[in-house]
């Protein structure tokens, strides 16, 4: 088929698209009269309503919802803040964008859409303009998504997640609001104390495929919604439905590989609301993220929508290993911090990670956390529970998501090993404490207690690996800075700003981390020498030092072409505000360097948008207030609002002239008692 007649039968079903939908008769509803409400008060309604409800609870109609006008506002705003960089208002959202979105709302209530249909699309992107026949070709051949796509991901995604964040269980922080990859190394830190066997699986399989009935399983538990089900069904299909698309003329490989040359040498310049891309301390960042965090789940045409669904699946297992860890417990009396229950042994302000190290005698006990598609397994006891522990999970994992794991995607590993998750290093350090108390008789009694301090490092040849990545330093052991040759055309001010975020973004990285001092001021040290010998190669000074010494230890002075000696002062060049103020490189000595952040992670902790929808639901229902009238009337406490009343009553019985005498008693006993 011909680029031309493939066109005019676009032309021709977009058209009877928009017919079938309704924009093109008169008995269409007009979008002006769907906006109604706020979006954000609907969207806080369904968190309201699902946090209010039990856990348990299935929701068997969530249509109204999907078919809220507002809703779908807030999606496309949403989208194109993605797509532009920019949220525009709903004011801004003309007459036949709103009809478009219209036509995308009723083809989804009536399941006439289609994912990835590129050829036919109901609503454009907002920097699209009219379609070359080359720039369709290119469309269709790419593997980007539709722009509708990701309106209709976004709608799903703001009815779906208060739906399951009511359900998902506390053990699980990845993908989720309010959870990221600090609260897992926080949990770790109070709640892994005294494990001496550690269980680390990767389930990046389920992350990179998983079967629909297994997501649809599991989404059949929090809703029934027959809508909603069909259009993530036929999502997770999409990869099946691919083929589907119109064929197109293979023009050959090496058309294709001339224009990837020509765009790559010609300088691109951005479109108006095009978003710029990111700059390049945030890329450098991105490729210091670790393992864990680097995998994000892309099912079908599910999109954004996909990091929930993995959440979803792998909920079960958070659910199954919460009972395993209760009947786990076997509590000893001769423990002195688990001795009735798995709650006990909350951590000590004092000693937030010192336990009793392990032995025959000693509680059994063991916690669970995961990040993704990575957990994390501690186990107070011996290694055959380890062992059996592993036979469990690979057991369930074939039942329930039927993926068999291997042991190499199940590492059991000892403490004293140092086990490496989320780029950080878990082990403990074996301390000996003496405890002195006075016994009978006034003597003191000196004994000595073993235990064991948990100790969170951050991993310095890991991050040496991925300087060596970005082709910062050569070397392993002891590694050399290399020139930061990708600034090399910015200016000095630029250059700094841009490694000064990536330096306050590292120090935040690494806040829980024991040796956090050490590994900022290596990252540190790489980004100034690297610096450094970029501005000696650009200012032909031809050493280190030799910048050092005009720009000081973190390069704040400003450096000059020495040829041009008739430049004027860099003093005067800013006063006249021609040039950027420079701002030195950061944490140039080690006393700069905030030290590591100790403070205790509560045992129950829950993010801040759940503690205050818990407070928001208790202040709604009036049983709180009788209950809380209740025990202040049962205790015999006043109310301020009956002493409100008895002080006016007071005051006009008795008048004001009481008042004052009855201040000025109190005014002259309290002076009697300074003065005694």
Not at 495 to 514: I, P, V
């Amino acid at each position: 088929m011909s680029v031309r007649k493939m066109v005019e039968q676009v032309r021709v079903r977009r058209s009877l698209g928009l017919f079938r939908c309704g924009v093109c008769t008169q008995s269409m509803e007009e979008p002006e009269t769907l906006v109604k409400r706020d979006p954000i008060e609907i969207c806080t309604s369904l968190w309201v309503k699902t946090f209010s409800s039990p856990k348990a609870t299935t929701f068997p109609n969530l249509t109204g919802f999907l078919s809220n006008f507002d809703l779908w506002l807030l999606a496309y705003q949403r989208s194109c803040a993605h797509a532009t960089g920019t949220f525009p208002p709903r004011t801004a959202l003309h007459g036949p964008l709103l009809r478009h979105l219209l036509s995308l709302r009723d083809a989804v209530l009536r399941s006439r859409f289609a994912w990835n249909d590129k050829a036919n699309p109901l609503l454009r992107a907002p920097n699209d303009k009219a379609l070359s026949k080359r720039k369709l070709q290119r469309i269709l051949q790419s593997n980007s998504p539709c722009f509708q796509d990701r309106v209709v991901q976004e709608l799903l995604l703001i009815i779906l997640e208060p739906v399951f964040e009511r359900r998902f269980s506390p053990k699980s922080h990845a993908f989720r609001p309010g959870r990221n990859a600090h609260t897992v190394i926080r949990t770790i830190r109070s709640n892994f104390a005294g494990y001496l066997w550690f269980l680390k699986g990767d389930l990046a399989q389920i992350l990179d495929h998983v079967d629909p009935s297994v997501v649809m399983h599991s989404l059949q538990k929090g809703t029934r919604d027959k809508k909603i089900l069909g259009l993530i069904k036929s999502a997770l299909e999409g990869q099946k439905l691919r083929g589907r698309d119109v064929p197109l003329e293979d023009d050959g490989g090496e058309e294709l590989r001339r224009l990837k040359k020509r765009r790559a040498t010609k300088k691109r310049i951005l479109n108006e609301n095009e978003p710029k891309p990111d700059p390049y301390w945030l890329r450098t960042f991105f490729s210091f993220a670790p393992e864990e965090a680097a995998k994000v789940p892309c099912y079908g045409h599910c999109g954004i929508l996909s990091p929930l669904l993995s959440n979803v699946c792998l909920n079960e297992l958070d659910h199954w290993m919460e009972d395993l860890i209760v009947e786990f417990f076997r509590p000893c009396e001769f423990d002195s911090i688990w001795k009735y229950s798995i709650d006990d042994g909350c951590h000590n302000p004092a000693w937030p990670e010192f336990v009793p190290s392990c032995g025959r005698q000693k509680t059994r006990k063991m916690d669970y956390v995961r990040y993704g598609g990575h957990f994390l397994i501690g186990i107070r006891g011996p290694r055959e529970d380890a062992v059996e522990l592993r036979k469990k999970i690979v057991a369930f994992c074939e039942s329930v998501f039927g993926v068999r794991l291997d042991n190499s995607k199940l590492e059991i590993e000892h403490v004293t090993r140092g086990i490496q998750f989320l780029d950080h290093v878990i082990c403990r350090r074996v301390i000996h404490p003496t405890l002195r108390y006075t016994g009978s008789g006034g003597n003191i009694v000196s004994e000595k207690g073993v235990g064991t301090l948990l100790s969170v490092t951050a991993c310095l040849q890991q991050c040496i690996r991925r300087f060596r990545r970005l082709q910062l330093v050569k070397g392993d052991k002891d590694p050399e800075p290399l020139p930061c040759t990708p600034m090399l055309y910015s200016g000095q001010a630029h250059t700094n700003s841009q490694m000064n975020k990536f330096l306050e973004t590292m120090a935040d990285w690494y806040r829980y981390a024991d040796n956090r001092k050490k590994v900022v001021g290596f990252c540190a040290y790489v980004v100034r020498s690297s610096l450094a010998k970029l501005y000696a190669a650009r200012y032909r000074l031809k050493s280190r030092a030799k910048v050092y010494g005009i720009a000081s230890r973190n390069l704040s002075r400003p450096l000059r072409e020495s040829s041009n000696n008739s430049a004027p002062e860099y003093s005067d060049l800013l006063r006249m505000g021609l040039v950027d103020a420079i701002e030195g490189v950061q944490f140039s000595h080690m006393s700069l360097i905030p030290s590591c952040d100790y403070t205790p992670f509560p045992r129950n902790w829950i993010p801040d948008h759940e503690r205050v929808l818990h407070e928001y639901i208790k202040l709604e229902n009036p049983k709180f207030f009788c209950e809380l009238l209740r025990s202040v009337k049962k205790k015999g406490l006043t109310l301020p609002q009956d002493e409100i009343s008895q002080m006016v009553w007071d005051y006009k019985t008795l008048g004001v002239r009481y008042f004052q005498s009855y201040k000025d008693k109190e005014i002259k006993s309290d002076l009697k008692e300074i003065s005694g």
